[in-house]
């Protein structure tokens, strides 16, 4: 980022640090970013809208902010949300400053920061906050679009290019729901659900350089071994991608002659090609953790597919 510093009324504040994703392609999910644009369309008579994603983990909610960030042109600056969070933490947060001529350095929050900028602010896991940390939002996300900060002593307005996005998973909602003030506050709701099997090969073939000539028979054997083991929802982008990049992992992993990994971290081993056997092998460990979330002993794993 070219400015780190920006002032409120006088005061030097240090501005978060946007997310710059390096990301292939995305697959699909044209009508969900469709709702999102519509929603940040701003004009003089009618105020841009605030979304909320809504979806089961893995499923592609962050990889939609982002890239509709990317259409947009603009910085995208995320807050993640956990139950420690506080209301002035989404603001703004003080520390001893390194510069000798300054006690306190202000530091503000990716949310300050992108209503400053004119940017994104998207918060990831919203429902994980507690509802009176969220009452800063209820300022910025209507027509006031301004926040008071306790720490500066100043009120803090958003550009006119400040756009807010925010996303939960489905479990952490049913839990404990948004409060009231935030839910009529984020419209619309956007349900982003499981994407559709051509959908997932596609984001297979896109996310591995191997899969992208030549990978049919083994998204076949994919699809067979996430069929046959009665796991009771479609997989989701995340599964798909572990699966195939630790098979990936075990083919390279196997053609070692000594089982040895010369650099984990460099490009100096030589990439071996994927065999069925390697994807076997990857979705039983897959299978077993996701069983072990769901604490079932491992002793009930029943092992159906090839060593
Ligand atoms: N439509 C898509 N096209 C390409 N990759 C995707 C797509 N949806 C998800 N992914 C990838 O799947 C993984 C999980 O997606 P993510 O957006 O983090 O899910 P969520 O935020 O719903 O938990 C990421 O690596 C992401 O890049
Ligand atoms: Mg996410």
Redesign the pocket.
């Known amino acids: 980022m070219k400015e780190r510093n920006a002032k409120i009324q006088g005061k030097t504040v240090q501005l978060s640090p946007p997310y710059q994703g390096t990301?292939?392609r995305?697959?699909?999910?044209e009508n969900e970013m469709r709702k999102v644009l519509a929603a940040w369309m701003g004009r003089q008579s009618s105020q841009p809208l605030s979304p909320l994603l809504v979806?089961e983990?893995?499923?592609?909610?962050?990889?939609?902010v982002y890239e509709c960030a990317r259409l947009c042109d603009k910085e995208l600056y995320i807050f993640q949300g956990h139950e420690d969070v506080t209301a002035e933490d989404l603001i703004c947060s003080v520390r001893f400053s390194d510069d000798p001529g300054k006690k306190m350095d202000y530091i503000v929050s990716p949310l300050v920061t992108a209503m400053l900028r004119g940017g994104v602010c998207f918060i990831d896991e919203i429902a994980k906050i507690r509802p009176r940390a969220l009452a800063p939002l209820a300022s910025i996300l209507d027509e006031r679009r301004y926040v008071d900060s306790v720490l500066l002593g100043e009120r803090i307005h958003a550009h006119r290019g400040f756009r807010f996005i925010a996303?939960t998973n489905t479990d952490d909602l049913d839990e404990t729901p948004l409060p009231e003030f935030i839910r009529s506050r984020m419209r619309p709701v956007i349900r982003?659900e499981y994407?559709e099997r051509s959908?997932i090969d596609g984001?297979i073939r896109?996310?591995f350089e191997e899969m992208k000539a030549d990978g049919s028979s083994l998204l076949d054997r994919f699809w067979e071994l996430w069929t046959n083991n009665g796991i009771n929802r479609p997989p989701?982008?995340?599964d798909s991608?572990y699966i195939f990049g630790y098979a990936l992992n075990l083919a390279d992993f196997e053609s070692l002659r000594d089982r040895r990994p010369c650099n984990l971290e460099s490009d100096s081993c030589e990439s071996a090609p994927i065999e069925e056997k390697h994807l076997d092998k990857a979705f039983d460990v897959f299978r077993e953790s996701t069983r072990r979330d769901n604490n079932v002993p491992s002793t009930h794993i029943h092992s159906s597919t090839k060593q």
């Open positions: 990301h292939s995305i697959v699909a999910r979806g983990p893995g499923v592609g909610k962050n990889r939609i996303a982003v994407p959908e984001i896109s996310h989701t982008p995340r991608i």
